[in-house]
């Protein structure tokens, strides 16, 4: 294995374990440093610079820029958190054009999964009694509860990491 192999797989690795920091900041304080997206952006001339083919590297960047345009309307909106924005663009630059796809699914996929977890969660501490979950309101405060999205962005960011050493 050549020096260049080296540093492609320590970037995809280097990705992975940021990406996967991000997600326990989030579940952890509900924040994403922005140190952490912006390595992540700042690694990926690294990942281009060692791949052993040509890599398409600016629609990987209209792919980001489009998806951080995106985060900050769903932020405006109160849709998002700024720190989640930030990562699904840093993450997707990753992914670029033939990934974005699968990454956006993975991560809604995991999304889903944990607002139904965390939805259930909610409703087993307001029920009387296990048997009665189903059958307990959630209260109108639980769409307001903060959710630590950057967990589900992992998801999808680590598949596309998983993806990419896979390819080469």
Same mark, same amino acid.
């Given at each position: 294995?050549?020096?260049?192999? #080296?540093?492609?797989?320590?970037?995809?690795?280097?990705?992975?374990? @940021? #990406?996967?920091?991000?997600? #326990?900041?989030?579940?952890?304080?509900?924040?994403?440093?922005?140190?952490?997206? !912006?390595? #992540?952006?700042?690694?990926?001339?690294?990942?281009?610079?060692? +791949?052993?083919? %040509?890599?398409?590297? &600016?629609?990987?960047?209209?792919?980001?820029? +489009?998806?951080?345009?995106?985060?900050?309307? &769903?932020?405006?909106?109160?849709?998002?958190?700024?720190?989640?924005?930030?990562?699904?663009?840093?993450?997707?630059?990753?992914?670029?054009?033939? &990934?974005? @796809?699968?990454?956006?699914?993975?991560?809604?996929?995991?999304?889903?999964?944990?607002?139904?977890?965390?939805?259930?969660?909610?409703? &087993? +501490?307001?029920? %009387?009694?296990?048997?009665?979950?189903?059958?307990?309101?959630?209260?109108?405060?639980?769409?307001?509860? %903060?959710? %630590?999205?950057?967990?589900? !962005?992992?998801?999808?960011?680590?598949?596309?990491?998983?993806?990419?050493?896979?390819?080469?």
């Amino acid at each position: 294995m050549n020096i260049l192999a #080296i540093a492609w797989h320590l970037s995809l690795l280097a990705f992975a374990g @940021l #990406i996967f920091s991000a997600a #326990i900041s989030d579940i952890l304080r509900f924040r994403i440093p922005n140190r952490i997206s !912006i390595a #992540i952006v700042l690694l990926y001339p690294a990942y281009l610079l060692s +791949a052993n083919q %040509p890599v398409d590297w &600016l629609p990987a960047i209209g792919v980001a820029a +489009a998806c951080l345009t995106v985060g900050v309307v &769903l932020y405006s909106m109160k849709a998002c958190g700024a720190g989640d924005a930030k990562l699904f663009a840093a993450a997707a630059l990753w992914a670029g054009p033939e &990934l974005i @796809l699968p990454f956006g699914l993975y991560t809604s996929l995991a999304g889903g999964v944990m607002v139904l977890f965390m939805w259930f969660q909610h409703r &087993l +501490a307001r029920a %009387p009694s296990v048997g009665m979950v189903l059958q307990t309101n959630a209260d109108t405060g639980f769409s307001k509860q %903060p959710m %630590p999205y950057g967990a589900a !962005i992992a998801v999808g960011g680590l598949y596309v990491a998983f993806t990419l050493l896979r390819v080469n």
